[in-house]
Structure formats: C-alpha cells, structure tokens
C-alpha cells in the first residue's frame, strides 16, 4: 500500500462500497482483469476453508507459489529491503538490543527478519507464522543471508492463543502488515494472550489498516479499522495502548499501536517526533 494511503481523502475511503470501486475502475481500467481473478480465487478458497486462519493459509500457499517476496506484500526485491530495513530501523531507534528476546507474529519469508536476526544474539528471535509455505520460503532467506549460527527459532501455529510459548520472556514482540489481512476475532485472540509472554518492560507493537471512515474489508484479505477499536481492544484485555505518531513520518502506507503491560516511558525517539512537532 502506498504512504499516500493515509492521506485525510483516502482514510475515508470505504473500499467495499460499490460506489469506490466503480469509482476505481474507471480510474484504473487495467486493474479490472486481476482484481476479477483475484476475487474469483479467493472466493474458490473461502469456499473450501470457511475458517479465516485456513482461508488466508491458502491465499498465502497459492501468493508464495508465484513469488514469496510478492506473497508478504513486495512487489519488488528492492521494495522487500527497503520495507524491512524500515521495520528493522524503527525498532532499534526505539530500544532493541542484540540481548532482547523478540517473537515476529506473521514474519513471512523474513523481510525485517532476517535483520532482526542478525542483531540479536543467538536463539533470541522467534518467528510464528500459519503459512508453511512462507515458512520454506523463511529458511531459504536465513540461508541466503548465512544467518544459521543465529539458531532462530521458526514455528508454525494455527491461532494466536501463543500457549506453547513461556511466560513473561519477550522483550520486543512484532506483527508487521498481520492485523490488516485478520478479522477482529483473530486480533482479539492474539491482544487476550500476548500479555502473558511479554515481560513486564517489554511491548507489543503491530500495525493495521487505518481509516477513519466505516471499518471495512475487502475480499477478506484486507481489514480496515479504526483506530479507537484497536485500542479499546487492547484495554480490554488489561493492556496500556498508544498510537505511534512517530510511525506516521515513515513512507509506508499503515498505522501503528504499541500495547504493554505497564504503562512506558516516552522513548527518546518519540520524544524528538513530539518537540519537532511543537517546532512545526
Ligand atoms: C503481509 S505478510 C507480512 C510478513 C512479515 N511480517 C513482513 O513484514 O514481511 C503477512 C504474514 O502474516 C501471516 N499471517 C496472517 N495471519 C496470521 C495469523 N493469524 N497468525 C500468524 N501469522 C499470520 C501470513 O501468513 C504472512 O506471512
């Protein structure tokens, strides 16, 4: 998605409305064609697996067929680094050490991964993901990138209850362009639990489709919510939550929520984003 998308005009925008998508035919006659093969397959796969998680598990098996870089939402190699250096960026600025523990919920064929990987010490990253094809398309990415001595673990999971993980141990957790391909039951699974794994210190930071319209999706790949439902989910389940503002001067196309389980000081890095804005 292009970082215009969070512009005030396109954060209104519903895009199951009938009215936007005549509207974005007439504007872009070429996309018809795929968007209507698209539609077709997906509907073929919702057919055969109504479950979201084995619905969008085969999306992922028939994306990655074609190109794993294209199948985590890159439509080229140099926009896969650039996105992955961008999550990897933004998570050191923020205060990760090569001695945290960090879980990657959704972390694809490791475009910010194999980075995260590769900062840590051995053993500490964890990457969870339902997709096993994007899980073979991971460990080709660990090898091309010599990152074996870095033992990382990577593991497939059906929910986001994370019971095979131990508590209090996660100093970083991460779910990168995750929350925008699931349906609120699915966060809702993945905001009751991860509490537990977080140490006291530690945070949970994910990013979703925002609008500030109707909440919204699209062929059931793509969820757009509103800002206030996801933090007044993450309160729910006993979470402090906050927008990252910070987040917003990157050139990506999503929004940003940190939650923990104590209230966090301001990082530094906030901290400048708010006297630059005062600046402004
Ligand atoms: C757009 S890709 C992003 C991958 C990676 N985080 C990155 O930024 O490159 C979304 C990934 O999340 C995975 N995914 C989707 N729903 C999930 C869920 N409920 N639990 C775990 N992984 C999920 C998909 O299989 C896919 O690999």
């Not at 389940?237 to 209230?263: N, T, Y």
């Amino acid at each position: 998605m292009p970082a215009d998308a969070r512009s005030p005009k396109k954060l209104r925008n519903n895009r199951a409305a009938l009215t936007h998508k005549v509207g974005y035919a007439l504007r872009h006659p070429g996309r018809v064609a795929p968007y209507l093969r698209r539609a077709g397959r997906d509907a073929w796969l919702r057919l055969k697996h109504p479950d979201h998680v084995g619905y969008y598990r085969a999306v992922m098996a028939s994306d990655t067929r074609r190109n794993p870089e294209a199948a985590v939402g890159s439509q080229t190699h140099d926009r896969w680094l650039a996105l992955g250096q961008m999550q990897f960026d933004y998570l050191v600025e923020h205060g990760l050490r090569p001695g945290h523990r960090m879980l990657d919920i959704g972390c694809g064929n490791l475009r910010g991964g194999w980075r995260f990987i590769d900062h840590l010490d051995s053993g500490h990253y964890y990457g969870i993901d339902i997709s096993p094809d994007i899980l073979i398309a991971a460990k080709q990415t660990l090898a091309e990138r010599r990152l074996q001595e870095k033992l990382p673990h990577l593991t497939i999971t059906g929910d986001l209850t994370l019971d095979f993980l131990p508590s209090d141990h996660f100093d970083v957790v991460h779910a990168h362009s995750v929350f925008s391909h699931s349906p609120l039951d699915v966060i809702e699974e993945c905001l009751a639990h991860v509490g537990r794994v977080l140490t006291d210190t530690g945070f949970f930071d994910f990013t979703f489709d925002r609008t500030e319209g109707t909440e919204h999706q699209v062929l059931r790949e793509d969820f757009y919510y509103r800002t206030e439902t996801l933090l007044a989910l993450a309160r729910k389940h006993g979470l402090h939550a906050r927008f990252m503002e910070d987040w917003e001067e990157r050139p990506h196309g999503q929004s940003k929520i940190r939650v923990s389980r104590s209230p966090l000081a301001v990082t530094s890095a906030e901290a400048q984003h708010e006297q630059a804005d005062l600046r402004r």
